[in-house]
């Protein structure tokens, strides 16, 4: 198989593309948010919250699932979902690195 333009990055540039690409959807930002304010919910309380369909905000958990931005745990036929903290802080640090550097910047640009 050949080489993906992926391959031409670093893993933790290709994780943080990732979760920032999850995380490029509004109704991405307000599941996260909600689930902030309520710590943990199964679907249908975010149905009855966000002015989405039941199967648009099913795909939507599905997505920050995947990147690892939220957890889900099997509640019989329900699954209850809230933040896996572990990755939002990976985040803060790249984020607190990134700060670290522009302070100790010299040159203006632009």
Same mark, same amino acid.
């Given at each position: 198989?050949?080489?993906?333009?992926?391959?031409?990055?670093?893993?933790?540039?290709?994780?943080?593309?990732?979760?920032? *690409?999850?995380?490029?959807?509004?109704?991405?930002?307000?599941?996260?948010?909600?689930?902030?304010?309520?710590?943990?919910?199964?679907?249908?309380?975010?149905?009855?919250?966000?002015?989405?369909?039941?199967?648009?905000?099913?795909?939507?958990?599905?997505?920050?699932?995947?990147?690892?931005?939220? *957890?889900?745990?099997?509640?019989?036929?329900?699954?209850?979902?809230?933040?896996?903290?572990?990755?939002?802080? *990976?985040?803060?640090?790249?984020?607190?690195?990134?700060?670290?550097?522009?302070?100790? *910047?010299?040159?203006?640009?632009?």
């Amino acid at each position: 198989m050949g080489v993906t333009k992926t391959d031409h990055f670093t893993d933790k540039q290709n994780t943080l593309a990732m979760l920032f *690409k999850a995380l490029g959807h509004p109704a991405r930002i307000a599941i996260i948010e909600y689930l902030l304010k309520k710590q943990e919910c199964v679907c249908g309380d975010i149905v009855d919250e966000l002015p989405l369909a039941q199967p648009t905000i099913s795909q939507h958990l599905k997505e920050l699932k995947n990147a690892g931005l939220i *957890k889900g745990t099997v509640l019989g036929t329900t699954v209850c979902y809230c933040i896996d903290e572990r990755t939002f802080w *990976k985040i803060k640090e790249h984020f607190l690195l990134l700060s670290k550097k522009l302070e100790t *910047k010299q040159s203006q640009c632009c």
